[in-house]
């Protein structure tokens, strides 16, 4: 009886639907997961966020491809884990044909972020005048990023790759790195918009520059094209599934979250916290996934990362 106690319980309650966040606490990526998770309870009864950082997003990932394909497993990839760390390491313990997309979720541009304070210390009131200390002081300055692989790693590459030399130092998430810049500790970084944008709003940090070749207006900063640097990189993010998750399962979670951002207050928390939403179906997000596979491919080859 003690047994079947135990047991029956078990066996009875449905499985919890779970959202793999291969990073900490505290980015957009985990802010995305939160926010969906919360709104999808009410369909799905109890739904967790299940951060599992490490190994460049890997131990995560590697959650979620040895699942089981039902849809109640789900991660929340992005360039990094899907694009561009499959590119950097040939032992990566998973490849990206090892999940099944379901949607994508955001695409967001990177920002050139640093404190008053730093910029008071180097002497510095832009982008340009910080450009031309860079040149001046190769190395000198430290470059933070959410981690190896990551869009704000590429875009420092990328600047390298023109005579702007820092000192890149990857942390373990986004939220890490921000905080090494606001400390002091490092002096500039690549940001996720959606992951910086509280503190630029309350001047914690001041945006210098932006990273797609177009101008989101609503960041009061140039481009770094206009600016004379050939880029046009975004982090985005969205939601895959274990490979063999069906074609309708996917439709569905896709349908569910599509309502979900439809409402306006949900949708302006996203945006808030997690970055400009960009909503694809799992076709269209298998197909963004694969050009930027050829984008990075190319990126990787030229700046020889």
Not at 37 to 56: C, F, Q, S, W, Y
Not at 80 to 108: E, G, H, I, M
Not at 220 to 240: E, N, Q, R
Request: glycine content about 8%; overall charge positive.
């Amino acid at each position: 009886m003690a047994l079947a106690a135990l047991s029956t319980p078990a066996l009875a309650r449905p499985r919890s639907t779970k959202i793999v966040v291969p990073y900490p606490a505290g980015g957009p990526l985990d802010a995305a997961a939160r926010i969906l998770a919360e709104a999808l309870k009410k369909t799905h009864g109890r739904v967790i966020v299940d951060n599992r950082p490490g190994a460049a997003g890997a131990r995560g990932m590697l959650e979620v491809k040895a699942a089981d394909a039902d849809g109640k497993t789900l991660a929340i990839g992005a360039l990094a884990t899907l694009v561009v760390n499959p590119l950097l390491f040939n032992d990566l313990p998973y490849r990206p044909q090892d999940f099944a997309p379901v949607c994508l979720l955001s695409d967001a541009p990177n920002v050139l972020v640093m404190t008053e304070k730093t910029m008071a210390k180097i002497g510095i009131n832009n982008a340009a005048d910080l450009f031309d200390y860079i040149k001046a002081n190769p190395g000198k300055l430290n470059c933070a990023s959410g981690g190896t692989g990551s869009a704000g790693h590429i875009v420092n590459a990328i600047l390298a790759s023109q005579s702007l030399n820092t000192t890149h130092v990857p942390y373990a998430g986004a939220m890490a790195a921000q905080l090494s810049v606001l400390s002091g500790e490092t002096d500039l970084m690549f940001d996720n918009f959606g992951s910086a944008r509280a503190a630029i709003a309350d001047g914690r940090l001041r945006v210098l520059a932006q990273t797609q070749g177009e101008a989101l207006p609503e960041i009061k900063a140039p481009t770094l094209k206009s600016l004379g640097i050939d880029c046009d990189v975004s982090t985005w993010f969205g939601l895959v599934a274990p490979k063999s998750t069906p074609e309708k399962v996917r439709e569905d979670i896709f349908l569910e979250i599509q309502k979900i951002l439809s409402d306006a207050k949900t949708r302006e928390r996203f945006e808030r916290s997690a970055g400009p939403v960009r909503l694809l179906d799992h076709r269209a997000y298998a197909k963004w996934i694969e050009s930027e596979q050829v984008k990075y491919l190319s990126f990787l080859k030229t700046l020889r990362i």
